[in-house]
């Protein structure tokens, strides 16, 4: 418990130095930071058609209604893609990336391209809309570069049929911004942004001003009717698909120029107490494993894996909780609650629990060699949290046999048991069901329970 009680002194130790260090960044930052961010996720598959323009150095595909310039050292390369004005959105889709396959065609190879939107493909009101008027209103279509089309079809194919979804960018390095304007006119194109990939609004604050709200002008450009000069610069832009709202302070220096590209840095004074931060919260991020039993309880975020009536206790029943490190540990509530905790928990969905009571895990046929227990209670938290990525679906016990071997030999002793297999011998019942003889060792190689019958499923 001591040991505990120290990290957790050693935390705030550390919290308190970098709210003294960095202290006025956060208050500053505090209205500008989500309260909870959105991370955007891929959307479902759709249909559309796809085309492709330029050839195969995609050189004509450069500069495009974003505004985006030279696509090559701007960070965006020749995976680009010319909206219909349907899905452009007078450019709000600026930015946003797509995934493309193509289907139902001979022409289709079988990749997937993922582009970025960086062009506008009009429409051609001179030729019908399904014959060389593609991008007209309200059709789908996505005009490739030429490399990027190639990845999923054939060129000499000329239009496939595809399926689409949006995706989250994924960029290197910071937000860019690039100027142009006069002393009295500030227009910046947006450059290299993740996530949803785009911008609806945005806002400028030099040194000696407050923030300044900037008009869409067009693609991915923003204007200010301002006089900037002599002030560094910072930006604040919201996602138009999210609504996520980001800050970049300091972007570019009092003595900016116009024709020039700034990037945001990648760490900030603040980004750097936000990783700190974040990294001491999962240094000492409450784990199974440190659960003893007689201490208070903390706050653990697990994943249900099983629950089960154990046979020597019918008063009981038990869940096998396992966290995000792979360590298990055996719940245990009072039959008559059953009904209670069916109703908030739901097999291999993942909780936050708290309040329950840490005790010694007793000589009882167990599922794991935790030396602890938890005892849940109807007055214990539980709250559903999304599945995080990563987290475990599964659970073995690694352990000599001997350590086994009495639960083992009881039955509807429920364990999940991994150890090497080193030969089978098909068989049969005298009710010819399939039967097969295991050989296993454990992780000493030692023989464990050699001819063990298990009977193989049959479709």
Same mark, same amino acid.
């Given at each position: 418990?001591?040991?505990?009680?120290?990290?957790?002194?050693?935390?705030?130790?550390?919290?308190?130095?970098?709210?003294?260090?960095?202290?006025?960044?956060?208050?500053?930052?505090?209205?500008?930071?989500?309260?909870?961010?959105?991370?955007?996720?891929?959307?479902?598959?759709?249909?559309?058609?796809?085309?492709?323009?330029?050839?195969?150095?995609?050189?004509?595909?450069?500069?495009?209604?974003?505004?985006?310039?030279?696509?090559?050292?701007?960070?965006?390369?020749?995976?680009?893609?010319?909206?219909?004005?349907?899905?452009?959105?007078?450019?709000?889709?600026?930015?946003?990336?797509?995934?493309?396959?193509?289907?139902?065609?001979?022409?289709?190879? =079988?990749?997937?391209? $993922?582009? #970025?939107?960086? &062009?506008?493909? *009009?429409? !051609? @009101?001179?030729?019908?809309?399904?014959?060389?008027?593609?991008?007209?209103?309200?059709?789908?279509?996505?005009?490739?570069?030429?490399?990027?089309?190639?990845?999923?079809?054939?060129?000499?194919?000329?239009?496939?049929?595809?399926?689409?979804?949006?995706?989250?960018?994924?960029?290197?390095?910071?937000?860019?911004?690039?100027?142009?304007?006069?002393?009295?006119?500030?227009?910046?194109?947006?450059?290299?942004?993740?996530?949803?990939?785009?911008?609806?609004?945005?806002?400028?604050?030099?040194?000696?001003?407050?923030?300044?709200?900037?008009?869409?002008?067009?693609?991915?450009?923003?204007?200010?009717?301002?006089?900037?000069?002599?002030?560094?610069?910072?930006?604040?832009?919201?996602?138009? =698909?999210?609504?996520? $709202?980001? #800050?970049?302070? &300091?972007?570019? *220096?009092? !003595? @900016?120029?116009?024709?020039?590209?700034?990037?945001?840095?990648?760490?900030?004074?603040?980004?750097?107490?936000?990783?700190?931060?974040?990294?001491?919260?999962?240094?000492?991020?409450?784990?199974?494993?440190?659960?003893?039993?007689?201490?208070?309880?903390?706050?653990?975020?697990?994943?249900?894996?099983?629950?089960?009536?154990?046979?020597?206790?019918?008063?009981?029943?038990?869940?096998?909780?396992?966290?995000?490190?792979?360590?298990?540990?055996?719940?245990?509530?009072?039959?008559?609650?059953?009904?209670?905790?069916?109703?908030?928990?739901?097999?291999?969905?993942?909780?936050?629990?708290?309040?329950?009571?840490?005790?010694?895990?007793?000589?009882?046929?167990?599922?794991?060699?935790?030396?602890?227990?938890?005892?849940?209670? #109807?007055?214990?938290?539980?709250?559903?949290?999304?599945?995080?990525?990563?987290?475990?679906?599964?659970?073995?016990?690694?352990?000599?046999?001997?350590?086994?071997?009495?639960?083992?030999?009881?039955?509807?002793?429920?364990?999940?048991?991994?150890?090497?297999?080193?030969?089978?011998?098909?068989?049969?019942?005298?009710?010819?069901?399939?039967?097969?003889?295991?050989?296993?060792?454990?992780?000493?190689?030692?023989?464990?329970?050699?001819?063990?019958?298990?009977?193989?499923?049959?479709?």
């Amino acid at each position: 418990m001591a040991s505990f009680h120290t990290s957790w002194a050693f935390y705030l130790f550390l919290m308190t130095t970098i709210f003294a260090l960095f202290g006025s960044d956060f208050v500053e930052a505090a209205y500008a930071i989500p309260r909870a961010p959105t991370v955007y996720r891929p959307s479902a598959w759709t249909l559309a058609h796809a085309t492709f323009y330029g050839d195969e150095s995609a050189s004509s595909t450069m500069g495009g209604a974003c505004g985006y310039g030279n696509l090559m050292t701007n960070g965006y390369g020749t995976n680009t893609a010319a909206l219909s004005s349907t899905v452009f959105s007078n450019g709000y889709a600026c930015g946003q990336c797509y995934q493309i396959k193509c289907v139902q065609s001979p022409w289709c190879s =079988t990749g997937i391209a $993922t582009v #970025t939107a960086t &062009n506008l493909c *009009p429409p !051609n @009101w001179s030729q019908d809309s399904n014959n060389g008027g593609w991008c007209n209103p309200p059709r789908t279509h996505f005009d490739m570069a030429k490399p990027a089309f190639m990845q999923i079809a054939q060129w000499k194919a000329g239009i496939v049929p595809v399926m689409y979804r949006r995706v989250p960018c994924v960029r290197t390095g910071g937000v860019r911004f690039s100027f142009q304007g006069n002393g009295y006119w500030l227009l910046v194109y947006v450059m290299n942004v993740g996530g949803a990939g785009d911008i609806k609004s945005m806002w400028v604050k030099g040194t000696k001003t407050a923030w300044i709200s900037m008009s869409h002008n067009w693609g991915a450009s923003y204007q200010a009717f301002a006089t900037l000069r002599g002030q560094a610069l910072s930006f604040r832009l919201t996602s138009y =698909t999210t609504k996520q $709202t980001i #800050t970049c302070y &300091n972007v570019a *220096p009092s !003595n @900016w120029n116009l024709g020039l590209t700034y990037e945001a840095n990648l760490l900030t004074k603040l980004a750097f107490a936000v990783v700190v931060c974040a990294y001491i919260l999962f240094l000492f991020r409450p784990r199974t494993s440190s659960i003893q039993p007689k201490l208070d309880p903390v706050p653990i975020n697990v994943r249900v894996m099983r629950s089960w009536e154990p046979y020597w206790r019918k008063n009981e029943f038990c869940y096998l909780l396992v966290d995000a490190y792979g360590d298990a540990i055996q719940a245990t509530a009072h039959h008559k609650d059953k009904d209670h905790f069916q109703s908030k928990i739901k097999l291999m969905s993942c909780y936050r629990i708290d309040n329950y009571i840490c005790d010694t895990a007793d000589n009882s046929p167990r599922v794991t060699l935790h030396p602890a227990i938890i005892r849940l209670s #109807t007055t214990t938290v539980i709250s559903l949290i999304p599945d995080p990525e990563g987290f475990p679906t599964y659970h073995f016990n690694f352990c000599q046999y001997e350590q086994l071997a009495s639960p083992i030999n009881r039955q509807h002793v429920f364990i999940d048991y991994a150890a090497r297999l080193y030969g089978i011998t098909n068989t049969a019942t005298k009710n010819d069901k399939p039967l097969a003889h295991l050989r296993l060792t454990d992780i000493r190689w030692d023989s464990v329970m050699p001819d063990w019958p298990f009977p193989f499923l049959v479709n």
